[in-house]
C-alpha cells in the first residue's frame, strides 16, 4: 500500500511539473523566424511577389496582368503622399489568412475595401497575418525581429541608409502568426538604432513616426 501510495503520489507530482512547464511554455515569447515573413523587397524573407503567377514580359497580355497584380496595388497604395509632418500614419493591422489570402485580404483593406476602424476583431481560430508597411523613403526599412507572446507582438525593425541615394520605395510584409487564445493583443512596432549599409550606427532623422504603419490592438474573440 505505502509503495502504491508513493507511486502514486509521484505520478502527479511529475504531472504537475509537466503542466507547469506547458504553461510556462504557453507563455514565453515565441520567435517568428523572418524566413517565414512574406515581404516586398526585405532580405532574408520570402519574396512576396511568388505569392502570384509569374509575369512574362513577352506576354501580350503582360500590362493586362501586371495592373491586376495585388503587390503592385498595394506598393502604389503606399506610394502616394505619406502623412505630412506631425500627421500620423495609419497604423497596422490583421488579416485572416496566410500567404495568398492574406496578400488579398491585405489588399482590400489597404484599398477601403475592409478599412480598419477601431480596435479590430478576429475569430479565435482563424489563421492571422499581422501586417507591417511603410510609405516612400529613401532609406531601406527592414523588419531585424518578430517576437509573439499570447497578448503582445513586438516587431523590430531598422532603417538602413544605402550605398548610393535612392528616389525611395514603399514595402510591406504579411506576418503569419502562431494561434492565440481570446483576450487583447498589443502590437508594437519598434525602431532600433539607423544604421548604414555597412552596419555602422548612425544617429540620424529617420520620420519612423511618420513613415511606418503605427503600432495597434486587436481582440481575438
Request: aromatic share 10%; net charge positive; hydrophobic share 35%.
Amino acid at each position: 500500500m505505502k509503495r502504491y501510495l508513493f507511486n502514486t503520489g509521484f505520478v502527479l507530482a511529475l504531472s504537475a511539473c509537466v503542466l507547469t512547464r506547458a504553461d510556462a511554455d504557453d507563455t514565453k515569447p515565441k520567435i517568428i523566424p523572418l524566413t517565414d515573413v512574406w515581404t516586398y523587397e526585405m532580405p532574408g524573407t520570402k519574396n512576396v511577389r511568388e505569392l502570384e503567377p509569374k509575369l512574362d514580359v513577352h506576354d501580350p497580355k503582360f500590362k493586362e496582368k501586371w495592373e491586376r497584380s495585388l503587390v503592385r496595388q498595394i506598393v502604389s497604395y503606399l506610394s502616394s503622399p505619406a502623412p505630412r509632418e506631425r500627421e500620423k500614419p495609419r497604423r497596422g493591422f490583421v488579416v485572416i489568412g496566410t500567404g495568398g489570402e492574406a496578400l488579398t485580404n491585405a489588399h482590400a483593406t489597404l484599398k477601403g475595401k475592409n478599412n480598419v476602424e477601431g480596435q479590430q476583431q478576429v475569430p479565435q481560430n482563424a489563421d492571422l497575418s499581422l501586417v507591417f508597411f511603410h510609405y516612400v523613403t529613401g532609406w531601406h526599412p527592414q523588419l531585424t525581429s518578430i517576437q509573439q507572446s499570447p497578448d503582445a507582438i513586438v516587431v523590430k525593425y531598422k532603417f538602413i541608409r544605402p550605398e548610393e541615394p535612392s528616389f525611395g520605395a514603399a514595402r510591406f510584409a504579411l506576418i503569419p502568426l502562431v494561434k492565440l487564445s481570446r483576450g487583447t493583443v498589443n502590437v508594437k512596432y519598434e525602431q532600433e538604432q539607423p544604421v548604414d549599409y555597412r552596419g555602422l550606427r548612425l544617429n540620424q532623422e529617420t520620420n519612423a513616426e511618420r513613415l511606418v504603419c503605427g503600432s495597434f490592438s486587436f481582440e481575438v474573440r
